[in-house]
């Protein structure tokens, strides 16, 4: 927590301009008020200690290396893999592959054809040739002894006691001791993912092309790890070496290896609580915050750009239109069958857009129908102004079904137009806007000061189901959700019972107070209200959250709120409303967003 003249001072800064001021008498008056206190020097202010000039992230920097999956445990003699009928002994690699299929049995992904048949390509490779000779189909191949031996494994891990268990939880703090943390810059930070992932099967978003394929061991000879040139190296594990050891401080990775199924590059990051990342978010916020300012003018140079001469701004405006509408994504060229046919705005075909001069009673409506980021399906309906309907199809005149709808314009036009628009502009910048102005809008309207807690926090959820909605961040229905519901309502209706008692109570406790008019039957019925107002209180905060649960069944709420909602609006919100900020950030979140927690006055404004 900030002194509290630091406070003072720094949010009176935030508050008053659209970018933190960096005069150094501001900041030679806030280094003395945080002098002025025992307490930890505060993160947000370590960035100013710590700039750095011409791209330079950090000038020390040291940590142990990632932690690598254990190899592989074989079978025990007694779980059998069968082939036509007939127990096979597989060779350990050959074997370790099966498992990976084995675990997943009951799982939907088990059933796709593209899965089966990918996994059986990578598998047989993984055979020697005696086994290849032997097993050509993956129907007569029989993994149930496999699957029930992992099935009962992890039955009987949640069954341990509760002394084994907290043997495990000790070993894991262990590891995490040791490759956790790195030493950055005289400060000792939290590494986010510093665990590499096992080897499996590959599943991918959706109907991915490649789910199934094998995702191959990491090794050190993989891995490239980035550290001082003056810190101690990490040692790799005995007997391997790194593929390279780097000194770039310009970047903030710690290790590096490319995965073998999309060939993309994987990183071991620091954790989202860290300096640098704070300081990162920070300022995305601020950039986002910054649009707010111009997005007027580039509102109207978009909508003047709608009846250019040039078929290449028309479009450029239209897509830039849908971008700051409907908080689309720009999109990205990636290789023909290397990923799910997933488009973006700038990627949109002729088939991925339905018009309609009327629909529904309004005028100018244009049906949306692909699939978005992560296989996630895209469909709306929306009217959109004249010009931008006239433009379409004039854009859709004479194409095929797959041809590209805006067939002048790319990603990379685009971002350079953006960028030409404000500094640092890109689509997501105003996804980013678009999100936090729309929850800012959504609190005030929804929030009604005299409600209690659980109401209000009902409130905010609704106002981040609006933003969710925006930026289509859907979910599938759990698995689990009817019978969580169920036992919800169970509570509840023993909740309403109870009220009925206590009711019954009251009533006998106001009639005995009125004849009798002595101290015991007044202090019963003071009794009896307070118990009375308890229930009335929980049965409503019950109800409160069968609603939220409703309401949220298909809405992931926590991409929103942890990647495009400036957490600054939602402390604001909370210190102005007297909402307890673990409420609506649980701890990982509040570590994440703590500059923010800091930093931000209930008169904060996006």
């Not at 932690?67 to 074997?95: C, H, M, N, Q, R």
């Amino acid at each position: 927590m900030w002194p509290r003249g630091c406070r003072r001072l720094l949010t009176h800064v935030l508050a008053s301009c659209t970018r933190p001021t960096w005069d150094p008498k501001v900041w030679a008056r806030l280094r003395g008020a945080c002098k002025a206190s025992t307490r930890a020097t505060p993160a947000v202010f370590r960035w100013e200690e710590d700039h750095y000039e011409d791209g330079v992230k950090w000038k020390f920097l040291e940590h142990k290396g990632p932690y690598f999956a254990p190899p592989y445990e074989p079978l025990p003699d007694d779980v059998t893999f069968y082939y036509d009928g007939k127990p096979v002994k597989l060779s350990p690699g050959a074997e370790e592959v099966a498992t990976f299929y084995g675990k997943m049995l009951d799982h939907e992904y088990a059933t796709k054809e593209a899965f089966q048949k990918n996994f059986f390509v990578d598998w047989r490779e993984q055979m020697t040739s005696e086994e290849q000779k032997l097993i050509k189909h993956l129907h007569k191949c029989d993994f149930s002894e496999i699957h029930k031996y992992f099935f009962d494994r992890n039955e009987a891990r949640k069954a341990l006691p509760k002394e084994e268990k907290q043997k495990l939880k000790e070993e894991s703090n262990k590891i995490q001791e040791e490759y956790g943390f790195c030493i950055l810059d005289g400060h000792r930070e939290k590494i986010g993912n510093f665990k590499i992932e096992p080897p499996g099967l590959f599943r991918g978003r959706g109907d991915h092309p490649k789910m199934g394929m094998l995702k191959l061991r990491i090794m050190p000879e993989d891995v490239i790890i980035n550290c001082s040139k003056e810190s101690k190296i990490p040692e790799p594990p005995t007997g391997h070496k790194w593929k390279e050891i780097r000194s770039d401080n310009t970047v903030t990775w710690l290790a590096s290896w490319t995965e073998n199924i999309q060939s993309s590059i994987k990183y071991i990051m620091l954790n989202p609580s860290s300096k640098l990342k704070g300081e990162k978010d920070w300022q995305k916020y601020e950039t986002a915050r910054q649009l707010k300012g111009v997005v007027s003018d580039i509102r109207a140079q978009y909508r003047v750009d709608w009846k250019s001469r040039e078929m290449k701004k028309r479009q450029r405006a239209v897509a830039l239109y849908f971008i700051d509408k409907l908080a689309l994504r720009a999109g990205n060229e990636k290789e023909e069958g290397e990923t799910a046919d997933t488009v973006g705005c700038c990627s949109l075909r002729v088939e991925h857009i339905q018009l309609y001069p009327e629909l529904d009673g309004q005028q100018y409506m244009v049906e949306f129908d692909f699939l978005g980021k992560d296989s996630i399906r895209y469909y709306n309906k929306v009217p959109v102004e004249k010009e931008v309907f006239k433009n379409l199809k004039l854009f859709m005149e004479n194409k095929n079904p797959d041809d590209d709808l805006f067939d002048r314009l790319n990603t990379t036009i685009l971002n350079k137009h953006l960028q030409d628009l404000m500094d640092g502009l890109t689509a997501k910048v105003f996804r980013t806007y678009n999100a936090s102005i729309t929850l800012q809008n959504q609190l005030k309207e929804l929030t009604n000061g005299e409600d209690n807690v659980a109401a209000k926090i009902l409130s905010y959820n609704r106002a981040n189901r609006a933003v969710a909605l925006l930026c289509n961040h859907q979910r599938a229905l759990p698995k689990t959700f009817e019978k969580s519901m169920q036992n919800l309502q169970t509570k509840i209706d023993a909740k309403e019972q109870q009220l009925k008692e206590a009711k019954k109570e009251l009533k006998s406790a106001k009639a005995d107070y009125k004849a009798k008019k002595n101290e015991k039957s007044k202090k019963e019925l003071e009794k009896k209200k307070k118990q009375f107002a308890r229930i009335e209180e929980q049965l409503m905060k019950l109800k409160l959250q069968a609603t939220d649960k409703e309401e949220n069944k298909q809405i992931a709420l926590g991409t929103s709120k942890l990647n495009y909602l400036d957490p600054r609006i939602s402390v604001a919100w909370c210190k102005k409303y007297g909402v307890p900020i673990e409420k609506i950030y649980n701890k990982t979140q509040r570590d994440k967003f703590a500059w923010a927690i800091d930093m931000t006055s209930e008169e904060f404004e996006f």
